[in-house]
């Protein structure tokens, strides 16, 4: 069955970066897109950015400038790094599969900046 | 970036009720409108793609509609189970963003 799972930290230093893995099950990603959304309570769910099934990338302008997304087909896996997290920033950060939008999603890792 | 405007923000219902939500875009995003469901803990559940296709496993009593700018989300009779936030997202063009929430409590 289709599963994506979230690894990283729960706690980030200002001004570090975060780095989450999202290794996926059940479908390939030379065949799907993979995003990612995060979630705080002041923002609601927002969209960062996409890595599509051959392997060209879409971010939101927002965090274009310290925002990267890659992956390792052959691993099944995703990488997301952010960079200079400050604490508007702590929030649940999400990986989820495209098709039809956004079908699967992680389980979400709780990222909490603060020193 | 469109913005994806969704009301209202709080509903308070019984069960057996019929509940509408609505999403305006800020401009035309034809029909590509997604509709998920979250409750609490979990993450974000896809009900309805293409503003009116039901996912895999969705029970009938979801229903989506609209074009263009304007799209309704139905729950014909809410069940107890259906407690959650609801979340509209374009999925037209980058950044592909999402409405506000509603979050839906049963009496």
């Known amino acids: 069955q289709v599963q994506l799972k979230q690894s990283g930290p729960g706690l980030v230093q200002p001004s570090q970066s975060l780095s989450i893995t999202c290794t996926v099950s059940?479908?390939?990603?030379?065949?799907?897109?993979v995003h990612w959304v995060r979630q705080s309570p002041g923002k609601g769910l927002e969209w960062l950015g996409v890595?599509?099934?051959?392997?060209?990338?879409d971010y939101n302008a927002a965090f274009i400038s310290r925002l990267s997304i890659s992956k390792d087909n052959s691993k099944s896996q995703v990488f997301f790094k952010m960079n200079s997290l400050q604490a508007n920033d702590t929030a649940i950060y999400y990986c989820?599969?495209?098709?039809?939008?956004?079908?699967?999603w992680g389980q979400g890792t709780s990222v909490t900046v603060s020193s | 970036s469109i913005v994806m405007t969704q009301t209202p923000k709080f509903l308070l219902v019984s069960a057996g009720d019929r509940v509408t939500i609505t999403c305006k875009a800020s401009?035309?995003?034809?029909?590509?409108v997604a509709w998920y469901q979250q409750k609490p803990g979990q993450s974000p559940k896809l009900l309805i793609y293409?503003?009116?296709n039901r996912y895999t496993g969705v029970p009938d009593r979801f229903t989506g509609s609209g074009y263009g700018t304007d799209f309704t989300f139905t729950i014909s009779t809410v069940q107890a189970e259906d407690l959650a936030v609801y979340f509209c997202?374009?999925?037209?063009?980058?950044?592909?963003?999402f409405g506000g929430g509603t979050k839906l409590e049963i009496k």
């Open positions: 989820a599969r495209n098709l039809h939008a956004m079908d699967y």
């Open positions: 293409y503003a009116s």
């Open positions: 997202q374009q999925d037209y063009s980058s950044p592909y963003t």
């Open positions: 890595i599509w099934s051959g392997g060209s990338t």
């Open positions: 059940g479908f390939s990603l030379t065949s799907y897109g």
């Open positions: 401009q035309s995003v034809s029909n590509d």
